[in-house]
């Protein structure tokens, strides 16, 4: 877990993120999971634009630290620019997908085997639900009959399968293409189901291609997500961006990202400043609120349970002929919560949200810089205080990015003594 924050107003924005990784191991059959404070997740993406990024999510895409391929690329930009920040990120995910000394082409189809060698087993107890069975294991006393059947059961249940919008058949063509003759080969002795009878190996080329398009088709829901922030300005800009990616990592040679347009703000002279909190977010919402999101959906449904009770009552107590059908009194609840509720958001928004974001945009950048300090700080505590983990914790980095004086650390950690290593500093200029 971690605790990010971005906080933009019209003069700059301000990046704060916390130091805490989770490393999780299996161990005698056990996930065990081991938590450290001392990570990067925010980052200087150019050394001469004013742009910053932070990571929140996975450290790492597909076992390559996320940090050697942000300071690869920044090294690889050198002085140039760009007039929009979309540009920086364009470029930058360029760059993580054509890199191939860091994540090779080999490594790259591991990883596509590894991915189908995850999504074999599941596959297989879906064969033996349909061959009636509640155990992969008990597949071995059916007939090959019997497991042809069930098999075309399941490439039904495959083929009905959605493929997300973010892949398209072509990424089924290519890992066919690149691990089908492969796993063909090594099925009769790999793969439950084949090892069990040998007469089944007429199966494998059916099963191998169900396989590719169940795995592909499931990808981002055992993908390593990682958010990906990046802010500041272009060359051309003049008002902070700020624009956040969901990084799924590598099927075969192709990065799967996609912005998500929800997190992402651009400011402009007329618009409010933007607090946006990522992972962690709990007492940061609380504060932009006035009210933990907890409570509040806590409220929501009690209201709906309140409602109904006292229509019930009314209608028993005024001895209603004609009583109105549960149906009915359903969407009368429906309509009298959602005009409760909106009344509710226009409260928190003119009592909270407004009066915050104006008083942003007129903060001086090291007060808002203590501002996005604190609520991570806050955020720490309430992990601290509540769970055992501490997934929120470790020294806190901040920087503030503005449009003509660039990256500026205001809080930064270091491994190493500072006055101990001066050589450090002299490379860096």
């Known amino acids: 877990m971690t605790a990010e924050i971005a906080i933009m107003s019209r003069t700059a924005v301000v990046l704060a993120a916390d130091s805490a990784t989770t490393v999780t191991t299996w161990k005698n059959g056990e996930l065990e999971k081991r938590y450290f404070k001392g990570a990067n997740k925010l980052y200087e993406l150019s050394r001469r634009g004013p742009v910053g990024l932070m990571i929140f999510g996975s450290a790492g895409l597909q076992t390559v630290p996320w940090e050697l391929y942000i300071k690869s690329f920044r090294d690889d930009l050198g002085v140039e620019q760009f007039d929009k920040l979309q540009t920086y990120s364009e470029k930058f995910f360029d760059f993580v997908q054509h890199n191939d000394k860091l994540f090779s082409k080999e490594s790259k189809r591991d990883s596509l085997l590894s991915l189908l060698g995850g999504a074999s087993y599941r596959l297989q107890h879906f064969i033996a639900v349909h061959a009636g069975e509640d155990d992969v294991a008990k597949l071995a006393a059916k007939t090959p009959e019997e497991i042809e059947a069930a098999i075309a059961l399941t490439e039904i249940d495959v083929e009905k399968l959605k493929l997300p919008d973010l892949l398209t058949e072509a990424d089924i063509a290519n890992a066919v293409s690149e691990t089908a003759t492969e796993l063909e080969g090594v099925a009769t002795q790999s793969i439950d189901i084949f090892i069990q009878d040998v007469a089944r190996a007429h199966l494998v080329p059916r099963f191998v291609d169900m396989l590719i398009k169940f795995a592909v088709k499931q990808f981002l829901n055992y993908a390593s997500l990682t958010g990906v922030v990046i802010a500041g300005y272009g060359k051309e800009e003049y008002f902070p961006v700020l624009e956040v990616y969901d990084c799924y990592g590598f099927l075969g040679d192709r990065l799967i990202v996609k912005k998500n347009e929800n997190d992402s703000k651009t400011m402009d002279a007329t618009k409010p400043a933007v607090i946006q909190p990522f992972a962690t977010t709990h007492m940061i919402d609380t504060f932009r609120m006035g009210v933990s999101p907890d409570m509040f959906d806590a409220v929501y449904d009690s209201t709906k349970a309140a409602l109904g009770e006292m229509g019930s009552r009314v209608m028993a107590e005024c001895g209603a ?109």
Do not use: C
């Open 321 to 429: 002929q004609t009583p109105v059908s549960q149906q009915r009194l359903a969407e009368i609840i429906e309509e009298t919560r959602s005009f409760h509720v909106d009344q509710w958001f226009d409260q928190i928004r003119n009592q909270h949200v407004f009066p915050l974001s104006n008083i942003i945009n007129s903060l001086p950048l090291p007060d808002m810089a203590g501002l996005a300090r604190s609520l991570i700080e806050l955020e720490s505590l309430k992990e601290r205080v509540t769970r055992p983990s501490e997934s929120v914790s470790g020294p806190i980095d901040v920087a503030v990015i503005s449009k003509h004086d660039g990256f500026v650390w205001i809080d930064r950690k270091h491994y190493f003594k500072p006055e101990l290593n001066p050589r450090f500093f002299k490379r860096a200029e």
